[in-house]
């Protein structure tokens, strides 16, 4: 199984565009704003001696911190810019990366059987994924937590998609880093309430916590204000 040339095609031509500057792509937050208090929620319910793997990790700016909470920790990333941009930036080797798609399960496993059951952290890629995708993502979360494993998704909501929507129309149009978003065929927040945890659930994954929270970007709007974007997020394990 595999991907469409045109989404593989979207995301390796906006890697390919973006800078090396921390925070120019529009979900590269800091991770005391991602990972720090991710991590806190799901660190208690992880064997933090496992190796936490980050899917869709694009620059690596989560992933590097995600190494100082666990083992070992492994950025992948369907985009083989997005992995040139995270070893770049990883200039003291503080984590692995490897360029993966999420939906060629063959591949998926072959990472799980180098690694053995892992933790797992996911921040708003089920959202971005083709439709047909979708399952295959959640399915790549499962294979990887196997038993001992636990895994942190946090996705988009609809009502991101207001927010979204208004800052397209802020004055003067989109900010520039959205805009490079739109430009690029990529298209946020197209799941719906319940679809994200059907999906976990139908991947054979139990939801041992969830909450709301807001997804911050490194965008603004004309007046200043960051650009936040509802999100759901959960803890999960395997069976």
Partial sequence: MD???RYRESWEG??????D?????????????????????????????????????????QTRYLATRFARAIGVDLSHAA???A???????????????LVDHDAVRALRERTGDTNVYMRAVIHQSEPQDRPAVAAAVA??????????VAELTPASKAVLQGAVESPGGPPEKLRRV??????????????????LRGAGLEILASGDTA???????????????PARWFVLAGQ
């Fill in 14 to 19: 906006y890697w390919r565009e973006t800078s």
């Fill in 3 to 5: 991907v469409s040339s």
């Fill in 182 to 199: 739109f430009e690029h065929g990529l298209r946020p927040a197209s799941v719906t309430d319940e679809e994200v945890p059907d999906l």
């Fill in 87 to 101: 070893r770049r930036a990883d200039t003291t080797g503080t984590a692995e990366f490897e360029q993966l798609n």
């Fill in 215 to 229: 997804l911050p970007q490194t965008e603004h709007l004309p007046d200043g204000t960051r650009i936040d974007l």
């Fill in 143 to 152: 294979e990887l937590v196997g038993t001992r494993g636990r895994a942190f």
């Fill in 83 to 85: 992995i040139e941009h």
């Fill in 21 to 61: 500057a921390p925070g120019e792509a529009i979900w590269d937050c800091d991770p005391s704003l991602g990972s720090v208090p991710h991590s806190e929620l799901l660190v208690p319910h992880a064997d933090t001696s496992l190796p936490v793997v980050d899917l869709g990790c694009g620059n690596g700016t």
